[in-house]
């Protein structure tokens, strides 16, 4: 081979060129010749994210912007990331920023560990971060109405605010200096126990008294809770047919003499009212009644004047009267 210019200047191209790759590679354009796998993120602004931005998970670099592109009414940013990065279907990315004058960034989060990864050319989660700009404007707002109250604070027209008040004081210095001195005075009785408000903070004897009440209905409410337990123990144990109660209410043989007893008595009742039987007679018999009602009357007749007869003449009076 000749050292010929041409050689010479084949030579220099290609180191000329060798550099540049290498210069690429610092800066990151040999990042489209690494073998990694590609997202994509749907925004609503990028707010001057660049492509070549990196991208980031907990501020480290793990890859870089691809491709920024419209779609419809949203942006999709495509993002080459290394091999072994792993993206979950659960982790959100993020457009920041490392200053106010720093350079935007697209910060992903890790996800939760039981999600499942992203394939290639999947879409990851996004959030909107504030428009800083809009920021800076909201911030401007605040400042000019700060700025637009101070000076309605300064000169005449904080006098004229004040004015009124001032001259209020003025005119009810004395009313005032008296009430004050009052509220003192009622002040410094309270605190040495003096009348109503001060025994009441102070007296002993009416933090005792309450302290009984409470202790004493502390106590009715345990004896209630205790009464309560044992009526509630009484119930159960009726409930379980225990004691004369229990078996009254859960023996069915009881039940059911009793029920044939009111059977057999509502039988009776209805024969009385029948007029069979004796009894049923003796209530129903029109004939016995008045043959009562006449003997009755007779031995009402025998009875009479007899203050003055002897026993023996009441005796045969009586006989011969009834009979």
Request: net charge neutral; hydrophobic share 40%.
């Amino acid at each position: 081979m000749k050292n010929s210019l041409e050689t010479r200047i084949g030579i220099f191209v290609a180191l000329v060129m060798l550099a540049a790759v290498f210069i690429l590679d610092i800066v990151g354009g040999a990042e489209k010749f690494t073998r990694g796998h590609r997202l994509h993120a749907l925004f609503t602004n990028v707010q001057d994210l660049k492509v070549g931005d990196r991208v980031k998970m907990a501020g480290v670099e793990v890859g870089k912007v691809e491709n920024i592109q419209l779609e419809g009414n949203r942006v999709n940013v495509t993002m080459k990331l290394r091999r072994e990065t792993e993206v979950r279907t659960d982790s959100i990315a993020i457009i920041k920023f490392t200053g106010l004058m720093g350079q935007n960034y697209v910060s992903i989060d890790f996800g939760s560990g039981s999600a499942p990864l992203l394939e290639n050319n999947q879409i990851v989660g996004t959030r909107e971060q504030p428009d800083l700009s809009a920021v800076m404007a909201k911030l401007d707002s605040v400042a000019t109405g700060v700025e637009n109250l101070t000076k309605s604070f300064t000169g005449d027209k904080i006098d004229n605010l004040l004015g009124p008040f001032t001259d209020f004081l003025k005119a009810n210095r004395e009313p005032l200096t008296a009430t004050i001195a009052n509220m003192r005075s009622i002040s410094t009785q309270i605190s040495q126990g003096q009348g109503t408000v001060g025994r009441l903070i102070y007296d002993d004897a009416l933090y005792n008294s309450a302290l009984a009440t409470v202790t004493n209905l502390q106590r009715a409410g345990d004896e209630a809770k205790l009464a309560i337990a044992d009526a509630r123990k009484v119930l159960d144990q009726v409930n379980a047919g225990h004691g004369t109660v229990g078996k009254l209410v859960k023996d069915e043989a009881l039940y059911n003499e009793t029920t044939a007893s009111m059977t057999n008595l509502k039988e009776i009742l209805q024969k009385i009212n029948q007029g069979q039987g004796s009894v049923g007679k003796l209530v129903n018999d029109q004939e016995f009644y008045r043959n009562a009602k006449l003997s009755l009357q007779k031995l009402d007749k025998a009875t009479d004047g007899l203050e003055d007869e002897g026993p023996l003449s009441v005796l045969g009076i009586a006989v011969q009267h009834l009979f």
